[in-house]
């Protein structure tokens, strides 16, 4: 994970949301994976998160990589499951430092992932290659997700699986968030941004909270590259995430 990471922090760019949700999540500029690239580079990304079709079209190398290696789209109803898209040999061809994997847990297929991530975190391991799991709790077994007991179980998931990191979501309060990054042990967490928040402040206090919490930093969307400004507001969260800055001193500049 080291590449991806200054003074022990990082923080990534997730662009996958397009196999996720579809382009309804993207406007005129940032519906193009170029502009994304752009972005990752003038924002000062420590990574950039593609799945494997934009990696091959679009990266330019500049940033470290992290190929997400499965996914769904929100068209299927019903219990989730993500499957294998990508190869960890490919992704690693394709300049590839780590790969991504989301395992749904809680869902009826949830042995599926789990078993595809053990194989893939093997593979990756003897390639020099991080892997890193998005533990999402989904499914009809999962009242709520941001409960501090299901973030908590979730990070310990990934200890559990062999991830070098999580992600997972804010539950909300530093205490919960402190938790669920001891119960990770080892593995670095990383927040998941989630829907565009009321106010940059209000998810740059989200974020500061993570970081309080112990986490290692920030795997965000749609709050930078939906933001009016995405380059104004990657480099608040660089100062908040890598330089350790206060909410107030973030905003600022
Ligand atoms: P966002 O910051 O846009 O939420 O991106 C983080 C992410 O984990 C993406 O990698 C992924 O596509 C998306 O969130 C999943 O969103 P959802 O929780 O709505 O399924």
């Known amino acids: 994970m080291n590449v991806f990471l200054t003074k022990n922090r990082g923080l990534l760019l997730a662009y996958d949301q ?13 519906v193009d994976p170029a502009f994304i690239m752009n972005l990752a580079v003038e924002g000062r990304f420590s990574g950039v998160i593609f799945q494997k079709g934009l990696a091959e079209k679009y990266y330019d190398g500049k940033v470290p990589l992290i190929v997400k290696v499965n996914g769904k789209t929100n068209l299927v109803k019903g219990e989730p499951l993500a499957r294998q898209l990508c190869s960890v040999k490919r992704a690693a061809e394709i300049g590839a430092k780590a790969v991504g994997y989301t395992i749904f847990a809680g869902s009826a297929h ?47 998931i990934g200890l559990e699986v062999g991830a070098d990191a ?25 927040m998941s941004g989630g829907p565009k928040a009321a106010s940059e402040t209000d998810f740059l206090k989200q974020v500061r909270g993570a970081l309080d919490a112990g986490a290692t930093g920030l795997a965000v969307g749609r709050n930078v590259w939906q933001s009016s400004d995405p380059v104004r507001m990657a480099h608040a969260l660089r100062r ?14």
């Open 110 to 156: 949830e042995s599926l992932m789990f078993e595809e991530f053990g194989r893939i975190q093997e593979e990756a391991h003897r390639l020099n290659m991080a892997a890193v799991t998005w533990v999402y709790p989904r499914g009809a077994a999962i009242k709520n997700d941001t409960a501090p007991e299901i973030v908590a179980y979730a990070a310990r």
């Open 166 to 190: 999580v992600k997972i979501k804010y539950p909300g309060d530093v205490e919960s968030f402190k938790w669920a990054v001891k119960s990770a042990g080892k593995v670095k967490v990383f």
């Open 240 to 253: 908040l995430v890598i330089e350790n800055r206060s909410v107030k001193e973030a905003l600022r500049a």
């Open 18 to 30: 397009g196999l996720e949700h579809g382009p309804t999540d993207f406007n005129e500029k940032n």
